[in-house]
């Protein structure tokens, strides 16, 4: 959806096509949102009765885009005396700024046009055309129109109003608004312009609460230019040869800016959402995963991610929304289905992999912060994620995490990363039952161990407790290295299934096991090999399914595709096992593919092979920003430099791709202070 314009500022953002206007599609979310609703799903503009041709856009903020824009038709003798600059921003509200710009001789009369409209649908809803249960309202007060939309005590409001400026004199212009928008007129004199705005304001919004809820106000932050200006400032500066990286750097630190958002209970802190247009709230997996591959950059995202997921852990047993006690949630929604319990994310807790990660990262987080305070702070809520790993996440009883879905309403059948339908699946084709142990999660599983065994020992004073997690730890990893390892194909099976028989496709979920440290020194090589092979590397980085696969589909979402945070997790493994080329060469074929779509790399896109295709194919419905694909650059960064912490100091093993001759990052932070680290 390349030619669709996007700005955002937290979970508020609005799609337009390339002229600033929108209309309801059924098939894609343009339009204005916030917490899950569709505050507006119209928004179309004429002058003098006239749409308007796009000349140029500037889009470079996240929270604004620039369209220059002239009421006429794209011909060859192309030639109007008028221009109009249109400058939307989203912040607490969505304002549309019109300059419009006489460049004739004689004075024009001006009617500009906005006609508006809301079906208030939730983002579920247009996923899944689910028809409306409420009533809408629409009226006129003071001036202005009021949408609203209600069903019972679920209530949702847009206020749209005009400031017709000062540049005019107030008795040659007026607005007049009526129940389908509002009209603007006005004389403009030769070679003058007119600055209207145009606002939307989404009004306090009252949700129906079902539970204890993560939302509320946020905190008012400065202006959001000073923001992400200080947010610059704080982030480590790039110097590179290699020009495309550097733009790609910046466009990602942008986009982690854009996707911060603040719950009530974060005390202030930002945790990153997940991604634009569909998952636009906290994702346990994904903000994990984000806030690691962020720890050099911007620290502060891990700290937040820590405290929030740790306010709604599971506490209890409850099917509707698969919690279970210690269990880290997956994703929590605001919308209307929500609210009705028409689906069960108010938290939803259907994911196997959040809560080994919650352990991992907050491990990493001290290794590179040196704050004890968290780790203390939360250590009975880490122990309560590791004791899920043995007991509700153990659902057989053999020492391996299992998940099948307790929710019979909207539940995801697959809860590990892959969790489209058939992201898990046999070489031949065909689906396992449930339940499943994909290998990923048994890697996590371990992994959380030997960082837990970290914690209790260094920090809660419980040297027992750690002796008996390194103790399974090690029992886990022979385990695992036994029955996961597929002798005939030298590479390890995607998962158990319910039989304990393994699900032998080949997928880039073994470059995760290389991440988490739960690979043999003996098959580490074969591994490798297997991920570098024609059949998983396209080029532009690892496929998730091999092309040899029954099911493989190069545009298939989980069975094809490359996914560019994969890749940066699948690149930091092969380091970590001594592979530096062809970790390096994942890092550059990412790192290039970048420059094609402008450095904001996707959720995923096609996995082609790089010479039929000579460019890396969209992904038809990618979310663009995506959390964990703005991380993946900072995570190949912190890959290519081996940045690895030690006690109180910052190591680099450097090793550069071909192509790539001189890398430098100024004031890495961390418990160190700040570092400069080159290359």
Sequence with gaps: ?????????????????????FSASPTFPTGLFSWDTRFLSKWQLTVNGRSLYSLSLDDLQYYQARFFLAPASATHDFDSTMSIIRQQTINDEFEDQLTIISHGDEPTDLVVRLDVASDFADIFEIRHQTKKKGGYSSRIENGNLFLGYQREDFHREVMISCDLGSEIDPSNCRSDVDLDGLTATARLEPKKMWVLKLRASMLGPQRRTVRASLGGTPRRRPPLAEDLELWFD???????????????????????????????????????AAGLPWFMTIFGRDSIITSFQALPFAPQLAAATIYTLSIPQGSRLD??????????????RYGESAAFEEQPHTPYYGSADATPLYVVLMDEYERWTGDATMVHRFEREARAALDWIDTYGDAMGNGYIWYQRRSARRGLQNQCWKDSDDGICYRDGRLPGFPRATCELQGYAYDAKIRGARLAREFWGDPAFAERLEREAADLKARFNRD?????????????????????ALTSNIGHLLWSGIVDESRA??????????ELFSGWGVRTLATDQARYNPIGYHIGTVWPFDNSLIAWGLRRYGFDRESARIAIAIIEAAGYFAGRLPEAFGGYERDLTRYPV????????????????????????????????LVSRPSLPDGLDRLVLHNVPGRWGRKDISA
């Design 484 to 504: 996961f390892w597929i002798e005939r194909h030298g590479y390890y099976a995607l998962a158990l299934d319910a039989n304990g028989d393994q699900v032998d």
């Design 618 to 649: 969209e992904y038809p419905t990618a979310c663009s920003p995506q959390a964990w694909s703005a991380g993946t650059t900072l995570l190949l960064l912190r890959a290519m430099l081996g940045l690895e912490p030690v006690g109180d100091h």
């Design 234 to 272: 704080n982030a480590p500066r790039l110097e590179t040869d290699h020009e495309s990286l550097i733009g790609t750097y910046r466009r990602s630190i942008a986009d982690l800016a854009a996707l911060r958002y603040t719950p009530l209970v974060s005390a202030g802190l930002s945790v990153p």
């Design 525 to 534: 090589d074969e591994v490798a090999r297997h991920l570098m092979s024609p």
């Design 319 to 332: 099917d509707f929304r698969d919690e279970e006690p210690g269990k880290i949630l997956h994703e929590f």
């Design 1 to 21: 959806m390349s030619d669709l314009v996007r700005i955002l500022d937290g979970n508020s953002f609005v799609v337009t096509d390339r002229r600033g206007d």
